[in-house]
């Protein structure tokens, strides 16, 4: 019994490579969070230097409301420290063969996938709300997103079926000279 226990202990040791950026799926969820919270419109304090009367400044401190900045794979991943390439290991899986999984049972794959669906619902809804070129949102949610071009070509005269070009062939007697 104390062998199984070794052989496992040094499979746990031997794994090698670089350790996880992410330590839990609820420590990846956290900072994805952190950084939508970030692009939204929110209070924040910034520091300026105002002049006196006299001519000289002091330090004065005023809340402002920020932009709402867009939500984007890169800028989530420059966020989380990591690289766009690493998020998209951690969405395939990649990471998932740990024990580790939050309260609601989901993995790193799954706070990836989830928050990539957040952010193609963020340019869904500004492209419909004509807050950014059609080509550019339509081109993204292409790339990104599974949308596909889809031609429906409608085979009919009226309502009626198009006779096949089979029988017009078929009925078509040889020109001179041809059998």
Known sequence: MSDVKNIDQEEEKDKGGRPLKFQSVKELKQKIEEYFGDC???VATRQFFKQKIDGT???AEEEYIT?????TVNGMARALGTTRDTLLDYE????DDRDDSDEEGERFSDA?????????????RRLLAGEIPAAAGIFWLKNNDGWKDRSEVDHTTKGKEMKALVEFVGD??????QD
Do not use: M, S
Request: hydrophobic share 25%.
């Open 92 to 95: 395939r899986g990649k990471y």
């Open 40 to 42: 939204d419109a929110h």
């Open 172 to 177: 078509a007697k040889p020109a001179d000279g």
């Open 112 to 124: 990836i996938k989830n928050a990539k669906a957040r952010i193609n619902e963020d340019i869904e």
């Open 57 to 59: 400044h002091y330090l």
């Open 67 to 71: 932009d709402r900045q867009p939500y």
